[in-house]
């Protein structure tokens, strides 16, 4: 941050709001994460099984969909811009580290709506030639770094975003099945670690790749439940 | 499942499209069954596409592809994750996404009509996702409902109260509802439906396809080159 008197604030920064903000009208609000399954079985009954819960959605998906937008703002943002066929490659990189085809799905369609979203507001070189590229939907953290790209942000903010979206969107989901207080459950959000899972990112072949296969069958059976009110 | 990534997809500009109608209303009004009626009455005229936004289940949809009105393939289910007037008024991204897949499956379309889940009075559609909107209620709310207004009430292109059968059974004055919804409505049109003994709800009908038709001259396809 810079600080100091007189200087102009962190570039940046105004787009990272809006793209982290849950009024962002791109789809996410009907998005649990898995939260709305996990509730559904019991797993989240309360604001101390969410923390846990949440943590550890933090700790995988989380930590790999920041590195995922870390890398995609950059090379969004390089002066050539990524290479038409990079994109392609960068979103097999996510596809290969999401186990669960639910979540895949689930993942691709946020994206897709992201980038018809981001678009439409920050019109921009490298978001057309991603939705060219990947035209069935990117993966919702390489859509969110191209766009935060589009948006102004840094790969250190886009990182940022993909960690806090990572969570918010559950934490919201069980407010809503729960009845849970929603300042309990913000103070929750607030107490998580979103600077540990956020790292520079320069080899796309050495992205990490932590998995929760808890996630991945919470997202599977979700698919399958006939009562949901969320899509993922 | 793709949508259409042209960029005039991207501009809220109708030249090319279907009309896209949002039909909206509290749960239990008839919001299913007058999408049913219309596919029945307009169907072999139009060419037409469904988005439902069911609250707890692909009840809706299914409702509708049990009916045999329209080809199955040609609704699509949206979920909205408890908030069914989100997804028809601030973030209207999943629908516009299922506009957009059935347009570029089946497209040319006449029509797409995007059913909201049942809500309450202040829900509405957004002039993003719909060009045109029915706010449906019904005599067995009450029959003051229309005076207590509410976007839906006081904006919608058409206002539809349904049930009319159910009037003397629930002591609902039908001349109540319209004097109130003529004074809250500013002359936009009311038309009083049952569904139930009109499976075509044909005056409703009749209103759509003047619509489609007027949609049709305004934004005909040859102004797309």
């Known amino acids: 941050m810079n600080g100091a008197p007189g200087q102009p604030p962190t570039p940046g920064l105004a787009g990272l709001l809006l793209l982290a903000d849950s009024r962002l009208p791109a789809g996410g609000h009907a998005h649990s994460g898995g939260a709305e399954e996990a509730c559904r079985v019991g797993a989240i009954s309360g604001p101390e099984d969410l923390a846990r819960f949440l943590r550890g959605r933090l700790a995988t998906a989380g930590r790999v969909a920041a590195a995922l937008a870390w890398s995609a703002c950059a090379g969004a943002g390089e002066s050539t811009g990524a290479a038409e066929s990079a994109w392609r490659l960068l979103d097999a990189e996510a596809d290969a580290r999401i186990a669960s085809p639910a979540q895949r799905l689930a993942s691709r369609t946020q994206g897709r709506l992201l980038v018809r979203t981001a678009k439409r507001i920050w019109p921009s070189p490298a978001l057309a030639t991603l939705a060219r590229e990947v035209p069935d939907g990117a993966h919702h953290p390489i859509a969110l770094g191209v766009a935060a790209q589009a948006a102004g942000c840094t790969p250190e903010q886009a990182a940022m975003a993909a960690a806090y979206t990572s969570v918010t969107g559950a934490a919201t989901a069980a407010v809503r099945l729960l009845g849970l207080d929603p300042v309990t459950v913000h103070r929750v959000l607030a107490d998580l670690p979103y600077d540990s899972v956020i790292a520079e990112q320069h080899d796309w072949s050495a992205l990490p790749a932590h998995a929760a296969p808890a996630l991945d069958l919470l997202a599977e059976q979700h698919l399958r439940t006939e009562v949901r009110l969320f899509v993922s | ?225």
């Open chain 2, 1 to 225: 499942m793709s949508a259409n990534h042209d960029d005039h997809h991207d501009a809220p500009d109708g030249h090319g499209r279907a009309l896209r109608l949002g039909i909206g209303g509290p749960v239990g009004s008839g919001k299913t069954a007058l999408t049913a009626a219309l596919c029945r009455s307009l169907g072999p005229s139009l060419r037409l596409g469904v988005v439902t936004n069911d609250i707890y289940t692909t009840e809706d949809a299914d409702f509708l592809r049990r009916a045999g009105v329209i080809d199955p393939e040609r609704i699509m289910a949206v979920q909205t994750g408890c908030c069914p007037h989100t997804a028809i008024r601030d973030d209207i991204a999943a629908n516009i996404d299922a506009v957009e897949t059935l347009e570029e499956r089946f497209g040319p379309l006449d029509l797409v009509i995007v059913e909201s889940g049942g809500d309450n009075l202040t829900a509405t559609f957004s002039r993003g996702l719909a060009d045109r909107q029915i706010f449906v209620l019904d005599v067995s709310g009450g029959d003051k409902v229309p005076r207590k207004g509410g976007p839906g009430v006081t904006s919608a292109d058409l206002l539809v109260v349904n049930k009319t059968d159910l009037a003397p059974m629930v002591g609902a004055d039908l001349t109540v509802m319209s004097r109130d919804a003529a004074a809250v409505r500013e002359g936009k049109p009311v038309l009083f439906t049952s569904i139930r003994e009109d499976k075509g709800a044909h005056s409703v009908a009749e209103w759509v396809s003047g619509v489609v038709e007027s949609w049709r001259h305004q934004h005909s396809h040859s102004h797309l080159s």
